[in-house]
């Protein structure tokens, strides 16, 4: 499975009610995307609409098409799903912008696999997460909440976690940056996320 991220620069102006489930619909018409989702910066003049694909060649297609607003976009592979109960109004978008060497991208893969998910798991009102990686090994991570407080919950968690037995600190150099959206639409199959509007 493979992930288009386009970045958009909002316009409060034309917000109307709806707005994020249309604009995804503008970007993606009728493609065959098995989901799409759009993200809101909070406090932000930003957001991310996110499509997944079956394969890379219609990923690679996808990250072609612009609308109004739209600055950027990249193809991911899926590395890794997880579920979560939780309704999904809240996603911490966690980027790694620098191109990772293939034992930090390991180190980093171990650490959310062994470490970070097993101690947020059973946190309240965690929604699950999108581990998506590009060709030169840069990646995002994708974490949805039900709630802002769900979502410091999980932070909280994540920075009180100590390193497992052979992990290496100097593999593990951190995000580039760290964003928080609200999540304004989602059809993404693979967690069952249900957004407002569907």
């Known amino acids: 499975m493979y992930a288009t991220v386009h970045q958009f620069r909002r316009s409060h102006a034309d917000e109307s009610e709806g707005w994020g489930h249309a604009l995804a619909a503008e970007l993606h018409p009728g493609t065959g995307s098995p989901g799409t989702c759009t993200l809101a910066q909070v406090g932000g003049l930003t957001g991310l609409v996110v499509a997944l694909w079956r394969d890379r060649g219609s990923a690679l297609a996808a990250a072609d098409r612009r609308v109004s607003g739209v600055f950027d976009a990249r193809v991911y592979e899926v590395a890794d799903v997880e579920g979560g109960a939780?309704?999904?109004r809240i996603a911490q978008a966690t980027w790694f912008d620098r191109p990772l060497?293939?034992?930090q991208a390991d180190a980093a893969r171990f650490g959310g696999r062994e470490r970070i998910w097993p101690a947020v798991r059973g946190?309240?009102?965690v929604g699950g997460f999108y581990v998506l990686t590009a060709e030169d090994r840069s990646s995002l991570i994708?974490?949805?909440?039900e709630s802002i407080d769900a979502m410091e919950a999980v932070q909280k968690t994540v920075m009180g976690t100590e390193l497992l037995p052979g992990e290496?600190?100097?593999l593990l150099p951190g995000p580039d940056r760290v964003d928080v959206h609200?999540?304004?639409h989602t059809s993404l199959p693979s967690?069952?996320?249900v957004?407002?509007?569907r």
């Open 86 to 88: 939780a309704e999904p």
């Open 168 to 170: 290496d600190p100097a």
């Open 195 to 197: 957004g407002e509007p």
């Open 101 to 103: 060497t293939a034992a």
């Open 123 to 125: 946190l309240d009102g």
């Open 191 to 193: 967690l069952g996320l």
């Open 182 to 184: 609200r999540v304004l």
């Open 142 to 145: 994708l974490g949805f909440t």
